[in-house]
């Protein structure tokens, strides 16, 4: 698909994302600060996708799977439906938000990117971000509010939580910037991710324990990705836990090895995205 494609021109091959986002940290915040408000903040509807509607899809689960279906497991012991389930929602939301957003980033800018010169991948950097912004602070509302209300929440492990949900981070941009590509050369690829993310939700842990897996098909739900972010999240948060593993080197291997994939992509295919804009 990107065979022959050029390396990107505007001198940014091999800088890091960091540093790139340093470099240009002016107009990565005003396009952050556009992508927040002009997809959560400018109407009623936003205010809705950023607080009522992950409450609401908390409080039908929670009504389905505790009232109706009278689930029970191990791991509410000492917990209610609801933290579990709040733990991994918002950081689901935030991945599957970031990626669709950022899927079509590329292609829904094409009038800026043919009349400016700018890094292309500061786009896909700041659909994402915004993402993780918005839900991120409704990330830790949430916690809060299940504090107040008696939740046993270890508060004190946050800063490994904020860790695991930037390598967390990492790894959406990785993904993000391959989709972006795709998006601009086969154009279909945003239709495609909608049953695609509805398969990924129910094949994560989202609704239930890992411990709840007929062996057969637990090795299956091991092998996505968010499945350890989202387990690593509940032991800490749920039960102060932490225990260092191979599956933590793998984690931080895998999701800095899928950036680096995606951010060369990027670089040698944005050469030819105004001939497919």
């Known amino acids: 698909m990107c065979f022959g494609c050029e390396k990107f021109s505007l001198g940014t091959e091999g800088v890091s994302l960091g540093v790139l986002v340093w470099q240009h940290r002016a107009l990565f915040r005003r396009f952050l600060v556009r992508e927040i408000k002009g997809r959560y903040l400018g109407s009623f509807s936003g205010y809705f996708w950023v607080l009522l509607q992950p409450l609401a899809q908390l409080?039908?689960?929670?009504?389905?799977?505790?009232?109706?279906?009278?689930v029970r497991f191990p791991e509410l012991e000492q917990h209610s439906f609801v933290?579990?389930?709040?733990?991994?929602?918002?950081?689901?939301?935030?991945?599957?938000?970031?990626?669709?957003?950022?899927?079509?980033?590329?292609?829904?800018?094409?009038?800026?990117?043919?009349?400016?010169?700018?890094?292309?991948?500061?786009?896909?950097?700041?659909?994402?971000?915004?993402?993780?912004?918005?839900h991120g602070v409704g990330f830790l509302l949430v916690l809060g509010v299940l504090?107040?209300?008696?939740?046993?929440?270890?508060?004190?492990?946050?800063?490994?939580?904020?860790?695991?949900?930037?390598?967390?981070?990492?790894?959406t941009i990785g993904v993000a910037l391959i989709l972006s590509v795709l998006q601009v050369?086969?154009?279909?690829?945003?239709?495609?991710?909608?049953?695609?993310?509805?398969?990924?939700?129910?094949?994560?842990?989202?609704?239930?324990?890992?411990?709840?897996?007929?062996?057969?098909?637990?090795?299956?739900?091991?092998?996505?990705?968010?499945?350890?972010?989202f387990d690593r999240l509940r032991a800490l948060l749920m039960f102060g836990e932490w225990s260092p593993s191979g599956a933590d080197v793998l984690a931080v291997l895998g999701s800095v090895l899928v950036f680096v994939a995606g951010l060369r992509l990027f670089r040698r295919c944005a050469g030819r995205f105004e001939e497919f804009l």
């Open 59 to 70: 409080a039908i689960y929670s009504l389905v799977f505790t009232t109706i279906f009278r």
């Open 83 to 134: 933290v579990f389930v709040a733990i991994a929602l918002w950081p689901w939301l935030a991945f599957h938000e970031g990626i669709l957003r950022a899927t079509v980033a590329i292609t829904n800018n094409a009038g800026l990117i043919r009349k400016i010169a700018l890094p292309y991948e500061l786009l896909v950097y700041t659909a994402v971000g915004g993402s993780y912004a918005v």
């Open 147 to 171: 504090t107040i209300l008696g939740a046993e929440l270890s508060l004190s492990a946050l800063p490994l939580v904020l860790l695991l949900l930037g390598l967390l981070l990492l790894f």
């Open 185 to 229: 050369f086969l154009k279909d690829i945003e239709h495609v991710l909608a049953p695609v993310f509805m398969l990924l939700f129910y094949a994560s842990p989202i609704l239930y324990p890992l411990s709840l897996v007929p062996e057969p098909f637990r090795t299956l739900i091991l092998a996505n990705p968010l499945s350890y972010f």
